[in-house]
């Protein structure tokens, strides 16, 4: 495994993360215990250290797990991010609630549900710039913060979300941006990297493989099942994906690699990303991504 800083924050993270939305029930399946203690277990043995969950994976079902694998684990050895700003209702069902009294209450149930003393990173969850703009709600947070809950903060960007957040998140007191990244989306480079590089910001690549297109396993691609979260996203777009992961395929990809890693080391490429957190349904995906952080593309 290899690692970066994560900005200014100090901390070294691996290059690749461990992205738990699939562990909150909307990909497809419920995951038991000891599945996501197994998956876990693999990326420590990879040399992982970044766990990235959130408050609305599941009414905080993801982070539940997470936390009853550290509490009986090593949690020194994670550093572990969650988000804030979503109340889960049910499947693809949220409300936002960016509330100075309801992001408290959020905090404390995940420093509950992740079984941990403090959050390593925070980060606001996909929310609006006029959610964002809330002085009073950074303020506590800050507060948090000297409380010893909270080490740092962070701000993932919703996937069509423009410049404010990144170009504000200074004066917030935020010092990680989280951003939709891949071969496929390349907006990142132009709305967000530029503030990211000039205020020393980590920043942390989200679906890095394009919700699993960049596997190059989805050339007969027709629908998503409805109890899959990508049921919901815009089928055009993905197939316009289906012929652009062919093309990739056939101009891009080095012979005899994997396209998954090759997707993941893609990512990698750009200095400016600190790791890219990619989900793993199982321990043989966990341990395949893992392996994207040998490859030098150069």
């Known amino acids: 495994m290899k690692y970066r800083k994560l900005g200014k924050t100090g901390l070294d993270v691996s290059v690749i993360g461990v992205g738990t939305w699939q562990f909150g029930g909307e990909w497809g399946r419920q995951y038991q215990q000891a599945e996501v203690d197994a998956i876990l277990d693999k990326a420590a043995e990879q040399g992982i250290n970044l766990i990235d969950t959130a ?83 950074w303020e506590m947070l800050e507060r948090q913060k000297q409380l010893g809950k909270i080490k740092h903060l962070g701000i993932s960007i919703a ?94 990809l080095p012979a005899g690699v994997a396209m998954s890693q090759w997707a993941l080391a893609w990512c990698l490429k750009n200095p400016i990303v600190s790791s890219v957190i990619p989900g793993s349904k199982d321990v043989t995906q966990m341990e395949a991504n893992a392996r994207a952080a040998e490859l030098d593309l150069g």
């Not at 069509?160 to 200074?170: D, F, L, T």
């Not at 010092?175 to 920043?203: C, T």
């Open 55 to 137: 408050e609305c994976y599941g009414d905080h079902t993801s982070e539940g797990l997470i936390g009853d694998y550290l509490w009986r684990r090593d949690r020194g050895r994670w550093i572990v991010a969650t988000k804030f700003g979503h109340h889960f209702h049910g499947f693809m069902d949220r409300t936002w609630n960016s509330s100075v009294g309801g992001v408290q209450e959020q905090l404390e149930r995940s420093l509950r549900s992740l079984k941990v003393e403090a959050i390593d990173l925070y980060q606001f969850h996909s929310g609006s710039d006029e959610d964002f703009r809330q002085p009073a709600l």
């Open 159 to 252: 996937s069509k979300g423009g410049p404010v957040q990144a170009q504000e998140a200074s004066r917030m007191g935020a010092e990680v941006l989280q951003v939709v990244y891949n071969r496929l989306e390349r907006r990142a480079e132009q709305d967000f990297f530029p503030h990211a590089q000039a205020a020393r910001f980590g920043i942390l690549a989200r679906v890095p493989l394009a919700s699993g297109f960049l596997s190059g396993k989805y050339a007969g691609f027709k629908s998503f099942p409805a109890n899959d979260a990508r049921s919901t996203f815009d089928q055009a777009k993905f197939h316009q994906w289906v012929g652009e992961v062919e093309g990739i395929k056939k101009s891009e």
